[in-house]
């Protein structure tokens, strides 16, 4: 079966249905706990929403000691969008939400201690700096 509405560039996962049929049998065994963004697991990890990329995604946020980290994951997919906040990648389910999601994040993030982990930039945590009319990792 050939959606006709994919979007040019999306992967396709050919595996997608047994993960799903996986996920459900988890569902109705009872073993899900489905949370909003206004969940906080204690006074050290709590949720940050970040939609765009998927629907309803979430970025973790840690505290502890003083510190504090967000896990972004697919926020920032290119270095590219950090010197170009509104390039959007051709998996974001809403673009221009996404691109709002990383303004605000790299806006709130910059020339803080905050530090950054986003799934697709190696190297560990960095932390955000405002560089003209972007940003870079440092």
Do not use: C
């Not at 020339?111 to 190297?123: C, E, K, Q, S, Y």
Request: aromatic residues 8%.
């Amino acid at each position: 079966y050939e959606n006709p509405k994919k979007r040019i560039g999306v992967p396709n996962h050919d595996n997608v249905w047994g993960y799903l049929i996986y996920m459900l049998s988890l569902v109705e065994q009872g073993k899900v706990d489905f949370i909003d963004e206004s969940f906080k697991l204690n006074d050290e990890i709590s949720l940050y929403p970040i939609p765009g990329h998927t629907p309803g995604q979430v970025a973790i946020v840690v505290k502890s000691k003083g510190e504090r980290a967000i896990i972004v994951g697919d926020l920032l997919s290119s270095a590219l969008q950090l010197t170009q906040v509104d390039v959007s990648i051709g998996w974001d389910s809403d673009p221009a939400l996404s691109t709002q999601s990383r303004k605000k994040v790299f806006a709130e993030l910059a020339d803080t201690n905050t530090i950054l982990f986003a799934t697709h930039v190696p190297g560990g945590g960095h932390l955000v700096v405002k560089d003209g009319g972007g940003y870079r990792l440092k």
